[in-house]
């Protein structure tokens, strides 16, 4: 690749690409982002590619591998262009009459298309899919149509362009006053400015100073930065760049977690690429200013996705936080001022410098601007990564996008901001999502995990596994984290097994509150979020546990039983057969029983047993009816 | 070096720039209790028992006074119901470990702890690193260390550089606020380095 060396050459260059490219050209787009890939898209490209060559359209039609499409629930999903004609759940055999029929004939294969749950209509272009039809897919967007290993299929699409501009018509202030106008808020969990973290860094006397991607994701079931760093490595580093530009920084790192191999192998060739372009390196585009990156893998700990563990670990030491009262951007890798923002933070950054502040502060609301990606997951019908403005209310997320509960079962609550978030109950789903509005409300941010639980989720349970998540995580060196968590989570283990106590809910409460405001790092200082949210929302399910030793949810297991009514049961003895346990007594025309000693509490027998008999009952908090004498448990015949 | 004027307990207290709150106060005779500092090692942190409040700019924050830099016009309040709360749990956390040291019990005394508050774990240590920096940054030997991390977190001496080191020195055994220190290394003499092997 030739060098570039000024904002008209990268301009001819991108001219070059596009013309290169017949617009209507049919260019099939596949899904191979990380969760595709685990569903076998690879076998469907290798079927993409076999097929257009026996049918003599290879040099005709483009098949490109893109990033994740967000909807992975339905993968692999491929995207006919021009029309956007989409296909899910596909697999090899599908290719050839997707070619034959949509790509040679313009015609639709319905039973691969979406079908509406609503109307039951197929519907074929993503515009028309609800899942997206709600989304504003500003950041993510482009991480369908463009190749993560091609950096001209980012030219193409105008990518670099903001940087050309901020070298040649911005100075660095002028980048810095863009950023602080269009009020970015970290994307990566305390929803702090990044324009104003940028300024204190840019201000720091020290002449040194570094720029640093935090791609840790430690959240459990969120994966928006792999995503989007995955499938926009561009984007990501052009945002770098432009802080750089702005702070006055000529070194940057990108800390990736070492189980994000995809990530790593893709952004780490566009840097690769992007520093042949003369886009990375010395005297970027002409313009005199120089900066480099690196990429540091990190071996995923929770922890070290925390400002200071992760510098720490970059400096190649243990990642344990340090105390720290004066602020990275003044103080932070090897005491050199260094911004760290998270990779959706860094990606917004060209769309401000390519719009301007005015347009990105009218997407979202007045202290929360743009949109923010959630990785919705759960007891919901679409469950996958989503792109909304913020201040959409929750109720949009869940059910616009989401498609609702499945099963006919109630939302009982959306827990949001990863581990340490907190869960929002089912009267609050008008909530507008923005960070003070999520935080008021006792939940946060955060890097924007969403977990929607329904009715049979036992909140108690729900603060107990992420508590135990915390324990796990913490790592160890401040005491109202280590043995605090420790504490918390042997009381919350005690109430759900019904062995709560009095005092219980106090010993919870003093320990939050040292937590709170004394633990060292964000992970301890946030930890009890989980415990105080339900406990806020739910207070009666943990005084159901604790006094009436009844779980409401019926899902503690220590609190449950199973109970056959003898009036209902029919004697079919399917219960019987199915029990792994051999808890149930009975034979033909004789009522079944439990054996409650004997009873695993596996819930089989409820399952199985015949809708139209429903003798199955589960219970908590009461006596289980004791077994009938023998002589009355023939079936009798009914009415 | 200038000095900063701040506000600790009502008192005027003078002190160096660059000087932690905790030394501050030190200076001003004003007891803030703490198990994990050491006037000849790096600030670690870790007991939180030296938190207090500080209050800039109308701005109030619970933070802990052994890292906390001195600010001019800062306002320090060691003993607030909610400063007392928090010593009085972070004691009884550590007194499920070690219900018998001296120095928590002390501490306990002070801040009303209850030392059967939580199910007994008798695991002695309480992670507070004095021995672990001090054999690194003043013997610096490395004798001794954390192993593992979170709740599983504990400290081993490292056979080897223990066997040729730690006979002659000791120096850590004091620091130790539970004495484990020293029950954990004659552990490890019994089983790894008998006596007899040291000297020879
Ligand atoms: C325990 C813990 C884990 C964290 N993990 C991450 C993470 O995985 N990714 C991330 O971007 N920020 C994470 N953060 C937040 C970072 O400390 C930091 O605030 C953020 O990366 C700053 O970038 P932003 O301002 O762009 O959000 C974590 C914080 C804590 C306390
Ligand atoms: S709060 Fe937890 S994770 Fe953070 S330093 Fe303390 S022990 Fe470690
Ligand atoms: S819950 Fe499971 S173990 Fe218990 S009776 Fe039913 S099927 Fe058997
Ligand atoms: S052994 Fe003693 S000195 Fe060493 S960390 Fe544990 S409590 Fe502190
Ligand atoms: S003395 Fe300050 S935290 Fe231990």
Known sequence: ?639 | MSEVRLQIDGQEVAAPEGATVLEAAQGAGIPIPTLCHHEKLEPFGSCRLCTVEVERGGRKQHVVSCVYPVAEGLTVRTRTPEIERIRRVILELYLAHAPEAPRLKALAEEYGADKDRFDKESSFCIHCGLCVRYCAEVKKKHAVGFINRGTKKEIAFVPDIAARECWKCKECFPLCPTSWLQAAYVLVEGILFPREEQQA
């Not at chain 1, 967000?70 to 697999?91: A, D, H, K």
């Not at chain 1, 978030?421 to 089912?426: K, M, N, S, V």
């Open chain 1, 1 to 639: 690749m030739e060098r570039l060396h000024s904002p008209a050459e990268l301009e001819a260059f991108r001219k070059a690409v596009l013309a290169d490219r017949a617009p209507d050209q049919p260019c099939i787009t596949l899904c191979a982002g990380s969760a595709c890939h685990a569903c076998g898209c690879n076998d469907v490209a290798e079927a993409v590619r076999v097929e257009l060559a026996k049918q003599g359209l290879a040099d005709r039609v483009h098949l490109r591998l893109t990033g994740c499409h967000g909807f992975c629930e339905r993968g692999p999903i491929l995207v006919i262009q021009p029309e956007s004609v989409c296909y899910f759940q596909l697999t090899a055999a599908d290719v050839p009459e997707i070619i034959e029929k949509t790509v040679k004939a313009g015609e639709r294969v319905e039973r691969l298309l979406y079908v509406d749950p609503d109307s039951g209509d197929p519907l074929a272009r993503e515009d028309e899919i609800p899942f997206y039809k709600h989304q504003q897919r500003i950041v993510f967007g482009s991480n369908g149509s463009i190749d993560p290993k091609s950096i001209e299929d980012y030219v193409a699409i105008g990518g670099y362009s903001a940087l050309a501009k901020a070298l040649s018509e911005m100075t660095p202030e002028q980048v810095l006053d863009e950023v602080k106008r269009a009020n970015l808020r970290g994307r990566g969990g305390g929803g702090f400015p990044a324009g104003i973290k940028w300024e204190g860094t840019r201000n720091a006397p020290d002449p040194v100073k570094y720029v640093v991607v935090n791609a840790d994701e430690g959240d459990p079931g969120a994966y928006m930065d792999r995503s989007l760093l995955e499938g926009n490595p561009h984007a990501v580093l052009e945002g770098l760049i432009l802080g750089a530009y702005a702070v006055g920084a000529h070194e940057g790192y990108v800390y990736v977690r070492q189980e994000y191999p995809l990530a790593v192998e893709n952004v780490t060739l566009a840097i690769q690429k992007a520093e042949e372009l003369g886009l990375l390196g010395d005297d970027i585009l002409g313009s005199g200013f120089s900066f480099r990156v690196k990429v540091h893998r990190g071996a995923g700990a929770f922890v070290c996705g925390e400002s200071t563990a992760l510098m720490t670990a970059l400096e190649g030491r243990v990642g344990e936080p340090r105390p720290k009262y004066i602020r990275s951007n003044v103080r932070g890798l090897w005491n050199r001022p260094t911004v760290l923002n998270n990779v959706e933070t860094w990606a917004n950054v060209p769309l401000i410098i390519q719009n301007g502040a005015d347009w990105f502060t009218r997407i979202g609301t007045e202290t929360s601007s743009g949109t923010k990606i959630f990785s919705i997951v759960g007891k919901i019908t679409n469950t996958g990564l989503v792109e909304v403005p913020m201040g959409m209310p929750l109720r949009d997320i869940v059910y616009k996008i989401g498609g609702g509960i499945p099963g006919g079962k109630r939302l009982k609550a959306v827990q949001t901001g990863g581990p340490s978030g907190g869960c929002l109950p089912e009267h609050m789903l008008d909530l507008p999502v923005g960070f003070d509005e999520l935080t008021q409300a006792g939940s946060m941010m955060g890097s924007g995990g969403m977990i929607v639980m329904d009715e049979d989720t036992c909140m108690v349970d729900v603060a107990r596994y992420f508590i135990e998540f915390l324990t796990d995580e913490s790592c160890g060196k401040c005491v109202p984290c280590r043995e605090g968590l420790r504490q918390m989570l042997a009381v919350l283990t005690r109430i759900c097994r019904g062995e709560g106590r009095d005092g219980d809910l106090e010993i919870l409460e003093d320990l939050s509150v040292v937590a709170k405001e004394a633990a060292l790092c964000g992970l301890g200082k946030s930890a009890p979020n989980p415990f105080l949210s339900t406990l806020r929302y739910f207070r009666d399910e943990y005084e159901a546990h604790i006094r009436e030793n009844r779980c409401p949810a019926l899902s503690c297991k220590d609190l449950i039983a199973f109970h056959i009514d003898p009036d209902r049961c029919r004697a079919c003895g399917r219960c019987r057969r199915k029990c792994p346990a051999e808890a149930i007594s009975g034979a033909k025309n004789v009522i079944h029983q439990i054996d409650q000693d004997l009873c695993t509490k596996c819930g089989t027998c409820l399952e199985v047993c015949p809708d139209r008999f429903g003798a199955v009952r589960k219970i908590s908090g009461e006596p289980v009816p004791p077994p009938l004498p023998e002589d009355q448990r023939t079936v009798r015949a009914r009415g």
